[in-house]
Protein backbone atom coordinates (compact mmCIF):
# COMPACT_ATOMS: atom_id res chain seq x y z
CA UNK A 1 0.00 0.00 0.00
CA UNK A 2 1.34 3.50 -1.06
CA UNK A 3 0.81 5.84 1.73
CA UNK A 4 1.07 9.73 1.77
CA UNK A 5 4.34 9.86 3.46
CA UNK A 6 5.82 7.85 0.24
CA UNK A 7 3.58 9.75 -2.23
CA UNK A 8 5.12 13.22 -1.06
CA UNK A 9 8.77 11.65 -1.02
CA UNK A 10 8.44 10.16 -4.44
CA UNK A 11 6.84 14.02 -6.05
CA UNK A 12 9.84 15.59 -4.31
CA UNK A 13 11.94 12.70 -5.77
CA UNK A 14 10.64 13.81 -9.55
CA UNK A 15 10.66 17.12 -9.47
CA UNK A 16 14.63 16.31 -8.80
CA UNK A 17 15.05 13.89 -11.05
CA UNK A 18 13.23 15.94 -13.43
CA UNK A 19 15.52 19.17 -12.98
CA UNK A 20 18.82 16.85 -13.32
CA UNK A 21 17.34 15.53 -16.36
CA UNK A 22 16.95 19.33 -17.70
CA UNK A 23 20.44 20.50 -16.58
CA UNK A 24 21.63 17.38 -18.61
CA UNK A 25 20.04 17.91 -21.78
CA UNK A 26 20.98 21.77 -21.55
CA UNK A 27 24.63 20.72 -20.92
CA UNK A 28 24.93 18.78 -24.41
CA UNK A 29 22.61 20.26 -26.52
CA UNK A 30 21.99 23.72 -27.11
CA UNK A 31 23.37 27.15 -25.43
CA UNK A 32 21.19 27.42 -22.35
CA UNK A 33 24.27 26.98 -20.58
CA UNK A 34 26.93 28.66 -22.80
CA UNK A 35 28.33 32.34 -21.99
CA UNK A 36 26.36 34.66 -23.70
CA UNK A 37 29.42 36.11 -24.67
CA UNK A 38 31.01 33.85 -27.25
CA UNK A 39 34.61 35.37 -26.48
CA UNK A 40 34.25 34.27 -22.81
CA UNK A 41 33.77 30.58 -24.15
CA UNK A 42 36.23 30.98 -26.43
CA UNK A 43 38.27 31.90 -23.71
CA UNK A 44 37.22 29.18 -21.43
CA UNK A 45 38.29 26.53 -24.23
CA UNK A 46 42.02 27.96 -23.80
CA UNK A 47 42.20 28.78 -20.72
CA UNK A 48 43.47 26.00 -17.46
CA UNK A 49 42.75 26.05 -14.05
CA UNK A 50 45.45 26.94 -11.91
CA UNK A 51 45.33 23.21 -10.26
CA UNK A 52 45.70 21.24 -13.80
CA UNK A 53 47.11 22.12 -17.29
CA UNK A 54 45.11 18.63 -18.44
CA UNK A 55 41.93 20.39 -18.87
CA UNK A 56 40.49 23.74 -19.83
CA UNK A 57 38.21 25.92 -17.86
CA UNK A 58 35.26 24.74 -20.74
CA UNK A 59 36.02 20.96 -19.88
CA UNK A 60 35.47 21.46 -16.57
CA UNK A 61 32.40 23.63 -16.62
CA UNK A 62 30.67 20.95 -18.98
CA UNK A 63 32.09 17.88 -16.13
CA UNK A 64 30.98 20.28 -13.34
CA UNK A 65 27.61 20.09 -14.79
CA UNK A 66 27.16 17.14 -16.02
CA UNK A 67 28.09 15.69 -12.71
CA UNK A 68 26.01 17.85 -10.95
CA UNK A 69 23.27 16.78 -12.92
CA UNK A 70 24.15 13.03 -12.63
CA UNK A 71 23.87 13.91 -8.96
CA UNK A 72 20.41 15.51 -8.92
CA UNK A 73 19.41 12.10 -11.14
CA UNK A 74 20.31 9.58 -8.90
CA UNK A 75 19.02 11.36 -6.06
CA UNK A 76 15.62 11.75 -7.61
CA UNK A 77 16.23 7.90 -8.95
CA UNK A 78 17.28 6.44 -5.85
CA UNK A 79 14.42 8.32 -3.44
CA UNK A 80 11.58 7.69 -5.46
CA UNK A 81 12.07 4.33 -6.19
CA UNK A 82 12.78 3.98 -1.78
CA UNK A 83 8.92 5.74 -1.62
CA UNK A 84 7.37 3.55 -4.15
CA UNK A 85 8.92 0.27 -3.73
CA UNK A 86 10.75 0.00 -0.06
CA UNK A 87 8.98 2.79 1.91
CA UNK A 88 9.14 0.80 5.13
CA UNK A 89 13.14 0.65 4.61
CA UNK A 90 13.53 4.25 3.64
CA UNK A 91 10.92 6.07 6.21
CA UNK A 92 12.67 3.37 9.15
CA UNK A 93 16.11 5.27 8.37
CA UNK A 94 16.59 8.28 9.96
CA UNK A 95 20.26 8.01 8.71
CA UNK A 96 18.82 7.89 4.78
CA UNK A 97 16.20 10.54 6.21
CA UNK A 98 18.34 13.08 7.14
CA UNK A 99 20.85 12.84 4.32
CA UNK A 100 17.71 13.28 2.27
CA UNK A 101 17.11 16.02 3.71
CA UNK A 102 20.59 17.82 4.28
CA UNK A 103 21.16 17.08 0.71
CA UNK A 104 17.68 19.00 -0.40
CA UNK A 105 18.83 21.63 2.20
CA UNK A 106 22.06 22.17 0.03
CA UNK A 107 20.74 22.12 -3.01
CA UNK A 108 18.05 25.13 -1.84
CA UNK A 109 20.95 26.93 -0.18
CA UNK A 110 22.91 27.03 -3.64
CA UNK A 111 20.20 27.35 -6.12
CA UNK A 112 19.60 30.44 -3.56
CA UNK A 113 22.61 31.98 -3.20
CA UNK A 114 24.00 30.89 -6.66
CA UNK A 115 21.72 30.10 -9.36
CA UNK A 116 18.37 31.54 -10.78
CA UNK A 117 14.86 31.49 -9.90
CA UNK A 118 13.12 28.76 -11.82
CA UNK A 119 15.49 25.80 -9.91
CA UNK A 120 15.56 27.56 -7.07
CA UNK A 121 11.36 26.97 -6.98
CA UNK A 122 11.32 23.58 -7.94
CA UNK A 123 14.12 22.47 -5.49
CA UNK A 124 12.10 24.67 -2.61
CA UNK A 125 9.03 23.09 -3.56
CA UNK A 126 10.56 19.19 -3.66
CA UNK A 127 11.95 20.29 -0.07
CA UNK A 128 8.84 21.46 0.75
CA UNK A 129 7.45 18.01 0.21
CA UNK A 130 10.14 15.80 1.75
CA UNK A 131 9.31 18.31 4.53
CA UNK A 132 5.58 17.48 4.41
CA UNK A 133 6.13 13.49 3.91
CA UNK A 134 8.54 13.42 7.00
CA UNK A 135 5.98 15.12 9.03
CA UNK A 136 3.49 13.06 7.98
CA UNK A 137 4.98 10.19 8.81
CA UNK A 138 5.87 10.86 12.09
CA UNK A 139 2.10 11.93 12.28
CA UNK A 140 1.01 8.54 11.24
CA UNK A 141 3.46 6.44 13.29
CA UNK A 142 3.54 8.49 16.49
CA UNK A 143 7.76 9.33 15.74
CA UNK A 144 9.90 7.53 13.87
CA UNK A 145 11.06 3.98 14.63
Do not use: C
Not at 81 to 110: R, T
Amino acid sequence: MITLPSLLVAASAAIILLLGIAHLVFTFYGPRLQPRDAALAARMKEVSPVLTRQTTMWKAWVGFNASHSNGAIFFGLVYGYLALAHASFLFQSPFLLLAGLAMLVGYVFLARVYWFSIPFRGIGLSTALYVAALAANQTSIGGFQ
